[in-house]
């Protein structure tokens, strides 16, 4: 089933790459200009500067950044499904991620701590619990359902997929850690290119947020079938 799902996934982001690279793009800029207004720069020059940063200075940009995430966490699963259903639209799919950013923001608030509690307990539960409650944000924007009951949906939908979306989180981590560490580099190399080559890995990141995003819809469809 791994191998059938990966497959289909990459076969709708083929099939409609100009749409999901658009989406890539639209977010990216997004994230790129509330780092450039609330941090005043990127996050390289942030990290060489981090002695100069207080919490309170981070406080907004973190704030800011983390309830945008939720909104486009939102977008990106309903564009997915309206490209799926051949009717892609941002402009809709950014109303109606707005529409659901307050259960949105419950679902990841409430997994988010029951996942950081299992986390600092035994590490394992945290993984367990993240991999099941994978699906609550789908069951959100998709059936409408509120927090509890969409983390109740995830936690028994998924009883049959835990190896797949495990194996797809491992996937998605190690390729950010390698997009991070190729980052890094260039900017390294070619410091006069820094702020074009994090923008390119600010798309390149969110692509594979996508194509992640796609293989979670997938489960998701499965599940529901």
Known sequence: ?????????????KKHQKDFLLLSVFMSVVYYVIEIALL??????????????????????????TIVGFLFSALAISYVASVRRGTP?????????????FPIVMVYLLGGLAITSGLMLFIVPGIILMVRF???????????????SALKASWQKTKGYFKIILI????MFVSNIA?????SFIIELLPALKYLTHFLYMVVAEIVT????????R????SED
């Open 1 to 13: 089933m791994l191998k059938a799902t990966l497959d289909d996934a990459l076969y709708l982001f």
């Open 40 to 65: 005043g720069g990127i996050s390289s020059d942030i990290s060489a500067s981090e002695d100069s940063m207080t919490a309170e200075s981070l406080m907004l940009p973190i704030l800011v950044s």
């Open 89 to 101: 639209s941002i402009k809709n799919s950014l109303l109606i991620g707005m529409s659901k950013i």
């Open 134 to 148: 994978s699906l609550s944000a789908y069951y959100v924007v998709l059936s409408n359902m509120d927090a509890v």
């Open 168 to 171: 797809a989180y491992v996937a």
């Open 179 to 183: 997009l991070s560490e190729i980052e």
């Open 210 to 217: 996508i194509i992640m995003t796609i293989f979670i819809y």
């Open 219 to 222: 489960i998701f469809s499965y």
